[in-house]
């Protein structure tokens, strides 16, 4: 009896951390803004998106960046801090300052570090730019209606124009209808599985 408590309740357990996990996933989408740790004017602009397959594609742009760093460090790498605040991940070299990257863990900001051995497997060198996500505010709101230009003015009644109250409203009944629905899909499997452990065996 005591074996079937803890299977259950590991299971639950597990549901609630992969529910957390899917949520923290999708704050790795948004802009990154990388921005001179020191007196250098040199800065990147990051793109993150989550493709299907799970891995976040993201895209560099970066401006003024000298090179070399001094006579033995050649490299600038650019590293991820994971959501789960476990040890920095190598995201790769910047090259000339253009580059594209596949990101596997969720992560909320970036950093780029100059270095001696490209290599490297952890950052060692000076941390030069760093940067936090910022959300795709975009992709997160509908979109308001575009102003009309034109010669007569039209004046747009309250029932034309959306509140901010509203489309809140909208936005907190879809969230609770995602968790319900995974929250639903945890809840089944689990009590399907204390079904078939706990029923007589003839």
Do not use: H
């Not at 923290?24 to 989550?50: H, I, K």
């Amino acid at each position: 009896m005591k074996k079937r408590t803890i299977l259950v309740t590991s299971l639950i357990l597990a549901s609630g951390l992969f529910l957390i996990s899917k949520g923290s996933a999708f704050a790795s989408e948004g802009t990154f803004e990388l921005r001179s740790t020191n007196d250098n004017t040199y800065r990147c602009f990051a793109a993150s998106l989550q493709m299907q397959n799970l891995v976040y594609k993201v895209t560099v742009s970066c401006r003024d960046i000298l090179y070399p760093v001094d006579n033995t460090i050649f490299s600038y790498i650019l590293w991820a801090n994971p959501a789960d605040a476990s040890a920095p991940v190598k995201v790769g070299a910047l090259g000339l300052g253009k580059a594209q990257f596949d990101v596997k863990p969720a992560f909320t900001s970036l950093f780029v570090t100059t270095e001696e051995n490209p290599n490297t497997k952890a950052p060692a060198g000076n941390v030069v730019m760093k940067g936090s996500i910022k959300p795709i505010t975009f992709l997160e709101k509908p979109g308001s209606p575009a102003p009309t230009s034109g010669g007569d003015e039209e004046t747009t009644t309250p029932e034309e124009t959306p509140t901010p109250k509203s489309s809140a409203k909208d936005r907190l009944l879809l969230g609770l209808k995602r968790a319900g629905l995974a929250s639903g899909l945890a809840l089944i499997a689990i009590l399907g599985l204390v079904f078939v452990l706990t029923r007589p065996r003839g």
